[in-house]
């Protein structure tokens, strides 16, 4: 008799074979992917992998500084951690080298990140280990770090120190580079502070040191020369400088500085009324500045390219990847038919008996059954993978499709932004070739400012200055519009200004205001046409010898100091120009003396009118009032910059973290008379 319990053990045996000869024939299963090593071969991941590996402290203390430097670019709060990491090391160790380096990176995100009081904790521990590790040239290069440091910040007098022990230290070491460098640092720093004659004085100082070898530098000194002598109207040393900024510039091939210098040559040209010499370098300004913005657009594309590639790339390696996971299943399932076919042969040879024939049929249709399954599942497989492929193909011709047009758009947007803005810009040197000088005012009104902030590249509002007769003459005009057709106006107005005062010799105030309104109606045919154009003037005659002044205004009022009082003169209500339903327009002189002590205010609508403050409102005519008569004892640079930084503060919005747009062009002046 045959033993079923032996029959039993018998195929619980097979089952057992079968089952270990799949295993033994599916190895794919317990191998490794090569994503390990393909990331061990990128830097940072091997630098992560050493600094796991490394048993030194200080070598740990060193590959997360190096991790820092590979990732301050792309990831500068990671590096920032890899730094922070470094530090708290190297202070357990007492490491001195390793506190000193840890410390100035992280220094160097917080100073990027605008957290300048933070940047100085860290720069003035580096600086104290750099001094203990006696290495004086860091101690010079950490000098000037603090230097800049303090100066964004805010803390001028701390930055020139600092400055100052930085260039005495490389000085006294014969370390010519950080003399160089401190040099040009504290001629920009002055220039920062309005201090032109100390800014010149560095950076001469800064080109005459030997050694000087670095084109970039030197360019940059050349350039900022030329700039002070500009300022200085010495034309002939503004000239010289930016010529010999120019050369260095085209010898280093840095196109940069080459479109600064043939800016700069351009200006001196229009300022000694060289118009065809003016054109022409402003002409290979703007070349140069085509082609570096040529260039830019080029790497742009390269960049948005390289990011399509690398999108069409990983889109194949999809594509690769389904393929070759397709392939092993197709692999696995031929293999396991294979096994599946010795183990059917195997279960009929054993079980070839009559008795378990019936049980094998069942078996073996329940194993067909599973592999049709398989098969169907593969057949469906298949044709999601077409699919898959046949939509990414589509997508590339999508984002091909895309690319183009986008390039398309981009070079027309970019030809026409350019040849809009070269004019404008042009338009902009023409404008200012019509202000007076700043020289020319200082000369006879010692005690001035003129805060003047145009909204776009040209402006609207415009300020006047000239002499007659002995007597000086200023004006604050605002006219209708901004930006284009705002300059228009202020060119027509600027030119009838000159024709009354200086050709037709008029200068009472409410007489020349009288002459300028018929002119302006006449000009743009104001009775016949509905052009409403204007202007707001507030006109101020100053006699020196009488020690008077009068004034008459147009929509345009004069706010008075004296004796520690604010006075406001009144204008007419009605501007220069625009419509006109009465006989005549009449404008009012008003005549004050100043005897003793007297500071005056004219300011355009644009200060006032600007949005800003924590509610998101209009400045006021009021509260700029009472700003001029809270600082108006101050010298003037000192009132003008206040100016300016309550502006700034007025405009930023400290909710959203921005600032608000300026909505009109800005003008202020203010004239003080002892």
Request: proline share 2%; aromatic share 10%; with cysteine.
């Amino acid at each position: 008799m045959i033993n079923s319990a032996n029959i039993g053990l018998k195929v619980s045996g097979y089952t057992l074979l079968f089952v270990v000869m799949l295993l033994l024939a599916c190895p794919v299963l317990g191998q490794p992917t090569n994503k390990k090593q393909l990331l061990q071969d990128n830097k940072i991941e091997r630098l992560k992998l050493l600094y796991k590996s490394t048993k030194s402290d200080t070598s740990r203390v060193k590959i997360l500084n190096q991790l820092y430097k590979e990732l301050i670019s792309s990831e500068p709060l990671q590096a920032k951690k890899y730094a922070e990491e470094a530090l708290n090391i190297s202070e357990k160790l007492n490491y001195f080298l390793g506190i000193a380096k840890s410390s100035d990176n992280v220094g160097n995100v917080y100073y990027d990140q605008g957290a300048y009081l933070q940047a100085l904790e860290y720069y003035h521990k580096s600086l104290k280990f750099k001094e203990k590790l006696g290495n004086k040239i860091q101690v010079s290069k950490a000098y000037n770090k603090l230097a800049n440091t303090y100066v964004r910040k805010g803390d001028q007098k701390s930055g020139r120190e600092f400055y100052e022990k930085s260039l005495k230290l490389s000085q006294d070491i014969g370390y010519n580079k950080g003399v160089i460098t401190t040099l040009t640092n504290l001629g920009s720093y002055y220039n920062s502070v309005t201090d032109y004659e100390k800014a010149l004085e560095y950076h001469l100082k800064a080109i005459q040191v030997e050694g000087l070898d670095d084109k970039k530098v030197l360019a940059y000194n050349y350039n900022r020369i030329g700039d002070l002598y500009l300022r200085k109207s010495d034309y002939s040393l503004a000239l010289r400088y930016y010529r010999q900024e120019l050369l260095v510039a085209r010898t280093d091939g840095d196109d940069v500085e080459m479109q600064k210098a043939y800016r700069g040559i351009s200006e001196v040209y229009a300022k000694r009324n060289d118009y065809q010499k003016a054109y022409e370098y402003y002409q290979l300004f703007a070349q140069t500045k085509e082609l570096i913005t040529q260039r830019k657009s080029k790497e742009k594309i390269k960049e948005i390219q390289s990011l399509f590639d690398a999108q069409k790339k990983q889109n194949l390696t999809e594509i690769l990847l389904l393929t070759q996971n397709q392939k092993i299943k197709d692999d696995r399932i031929a293999q396991r038919n294979k096994l599946l076919g010795v183990v059917a042969f195997a279960f009929v040879a054993v079980l070839t008996l009559a008795f378990f024939f019936y049980r094998n049929n069942v078996r073996t249709q329940r194993i067909n059954q599973l592999l049709e399954k398989k098969s169907k599942e593969l057949e469906e497989n298949s044709t999601e993978l077409k699919r898959q492929i046949q939509q990414n193909i589509a997508k590339e011709e999508a984002i091909n499709r895309q690319k183009r047009t986008l390039e398309q758009a981009l070079d027309e947007i970019e030809r026409k932004n350019k040849n809009i803005t070269a004019s404008i810009n042009y338009a902009k040197r023409i404008q200012e070739s019509m202000l007076p000088f700043s020289e020319e005012i200082t000369r006879h009104l010692p005690e001035h400012f003129i805060f003047f902030k145009p909204r776009d590249i040209v402006s609207g509002d415009f300020y006047y200055f000239t002499t007659k007769n002995g007597k000086i003459i200023i004006a604050e005009v605002d006219c209708t519009g901004h930006g284009v057709p705002g300059a228009i106006m202020s060119m027509l107005g600027n030119d009838y200004l000159n024709q009354i005062i200086n050709l037709q010799g008029i200068t009472s105030p409410d007489q020349v205001l009288n002459e300028l309104h018929k002119n302006i109606r006449t000009t743009l045919k104001q009775d016949e046409t509905e052009n409403r154009d204007g202007m707001d003037i507030a006109l101020i005659v100053i006699d020196p010898e009488t020690r008077t002044l009068e004034f008459a205004g147009a929509s345009s009022p004069l706010t008075l100091m004296q004796n520690g009082e604010m006075d406001i003169l009144l204008s007419s209500e009605l501007p220069i120009g625009g419509f006109q339903k009465d006989k005549e327009r009449v404008f009012t002189k008003h005549t004050v003396s100043f005897a003793e002590p007297t500071t005056f205010y004219v300011f355009s609508d644009g200060f006032q009118d600007q949005f800003g403050g924590p509610r998101g409102r209009r400045f006021a005519k009021k509260k700029l009032r009472k700003l001029l008569f809270e600082i108006h004892e101050k010298p003037m640079v000192e009132q003008k910059k206040m100016l300016d930084n309550t502006l700034k503060d007025w405009m930023y919005d400290p909710k959203h973290k921005r600032e608000h747009k300026q909505i009109d062009d800005i003008l202020v002046i203010g004239v003080h008379l002892g």
